[in-house]
């Protein structure tokens, strides 16, 4: 059975830090690409932060480029998501996407998502 499970979520107020955590089992973890979403109440879901799966590139979406790391841990099976700097706009369920990559044929996966608010 696979597993995502995010942690880390929070209030959090305005030029605060948070780390969200994805704990991933039941796939070899280094076979996915690592995705971290959000969804603002009453929005799409937008794509945040991408990582391959050996952790060698990552991609941050402009809207967080400079505040936002993604990383992850291949041997504990483990995505981070550092936030820093964070401002109200940054408020959001954040959920961890796993996809298969490198030729590797699989499905995508999804966490349940935590809750990140930025507020005073």
């Known amino acids: 059975q696979v597993q995502l499970v995010e942690s880390g979520g929070g209030l959090v107020q305005p030029g605060g830090s948070l780390r969200l955590s994805c704990e991933v089992s039941?796939?070899?973890?280094?076979?996915?690409?690592m995705n971290w979403y959000r969804q603002a109440p009453g929005k799409e879901r937008e794509w945040v932060a991408a990582?391959?799966?050996?952790?060698?590139?990552?991609n941050i979406a402009d809207s967080v480029k400079g505040r936002f790391t993604i990383s992850r841990d291949n041997a504990k099976k483990m995505l981070y998501l550092q936030m820093n700097s964070l401002k109200p706009e940054d408020t959001a369920v954040y959920y961890c996407?796993?996809?298969?990559?490198?030729?590797?044929?699989?499905?995508?996966?999804w966490g349940q998502g935590t809750q990140v608010t930025v507020s005073l």
């Open positions: 990582i391959t799966s050996g952790g060698g590139s990552a």
């Open positions: 039941g796939l070899t973890f280094s076979r996915y690409a």
């Open positions: 996407h796993a996809e298969p990559s490198d030729g590797f044929e699989g499905y995508d996966y």
